[in-house]
């Protein structure tokens, strides 16, 4: 019978897991052809506007193979509830045995994205951030700015959010941690920052390419249908590294795509994070690059997330 884990079990847990460790051994076994990881399924809601995504696959010769249901429901903030809903299932790879339910809630893929964020900035941010920059307001936009800290002593933050409320709700959360300065557009957060995440499930550009100063790294999180949008696809042409989480997801979501589609990117330009990450040459080199990566979601990150909680959860 599988081992059912529920949330509280998996927060315990996850203090005592390196989950951008785990986030970068990932991507590189995935950039180097040792994963099984199949299109994304997904599922697009309009009343009310949401979306769920099924992503699965196994590496290889491993112990195990994942799937997990993952949704983004906007609208849940007027009923009480988070946004991100879902859960991971386990199997053994060599018996389809299932061998645990992780009724996560959707926090395991906010914590594998907010890692794989830190990642990023791991290799790409420039070494003297003067600030942080952070669009959205969310539960994500929360977890990028604390697992910042883990590459970056950075305190100072700029945010800017679609709503006053949610802004000072951010606000209120973080400030203690954080110098935390509102801005009243993207722009004028951009002015001020050369690290900036965005969160949103936008689908008009937010950041535009005059926006961004030199030596600026951006992190695209919210951008995972092939409807969303946060930068204006000339800013992707201005960048001079742009890193893709998945070239192949790239062809289909992100802001990758739509740059591509847009007539502003050639795809050849594009750079797989996996393989980056082995090769100095290709990640940052001095602090007057802009650089860009885009995080679209890839299936090993759940496969690696999973397997690490349900290890420690048995060991």
């Not at 800290?149 to 679609?162: A, D, L, M």
């Not at 951009?190 to 690290?195: D, E, T, V």
Request: with cysteine; aromatic share 6%; proline share 3%.
């Amino acid at each position: 019978m599988a081992t059912v884990i529920n949330l509280k079990e998996i927060q315990s847990i996850l203090q005592n897991i390196d989950v951008v460790a785990a986030m970068e051994e990932g991507f590189i076994q995935y950039s180097n052809g040792n994963t099984v990881v199949p299109p994304v399924g997904e599922l697009l809601f309009e009343n009310p506007k949401g979306d769920a995504h099924i992503k699965y696959g196994y590496i290889k010769n491993d112990d195990y193979y994942v799937i997990k249901i993952a949704s983004g429901f906007y609208e849940n903030s007027k009923i009480g509830i988070p946004s991100s809903q879902g859960l991971m299932l386990l199997f053994d790879q060599k018996t389809g045995v299932p061998k645990a339910i992780l009724l996560d809630e959707g926090y395991l893929t906010d914590i594998r994205t907010a890692a794989a964020g830190a990642l990023a900035a791991k290799y790409f941010a420039p070494k003297e951030i003067s600030a942080i920059g952070i669009i959205g307001t969310g539960i994500q936009a929360k977890l990028q700015l604390q697992y910042l800290q883990k590459y970056t002593p950075c305190k100072s933050v700029w945010v800017w959010g679609r709503t006053k409320d949610n802004v000072e709700k951010f606000t209120d959360e973080l400030g203690s941690d954080f110098d935390i300065h509102i801005a009243k557009s993207p722009s004028e957060l951009a002015k001020h920052c050369n690290l900036i995440v965005t969160t949103t499930p936008s689908e008009l550009a937010l950041l535009k390419a005059e926006d961004i100063q030199k030596g600026t790294h951006i992190t695209a999180v919210g951008s995972d249908t092939e409807h969303k949008q946060e930068l204006e696809s000339k800013l992707l042409q201005l960048a001079d590294i742009v890193i893709a989480d998945s070239i192949p997801q790239s062809k289909s979501r992100g802001e990758i795509y739509r740059a591509v589609k847009d007539g502003e990117l050639l795809e050849d330009k594009v750079i797989e994070l996996g393989t980056a990450i082995q090769n100095q040459k290709l990640q940052r080199t001095n602090n007057e690059q802009v650089t860009i990566v885009d995080l679209t979601g890839v299936a090993v990150q759940d496969i690696m997330i999973t397997k690490a909680v349900y290890n420690a959860f048995i060991a």
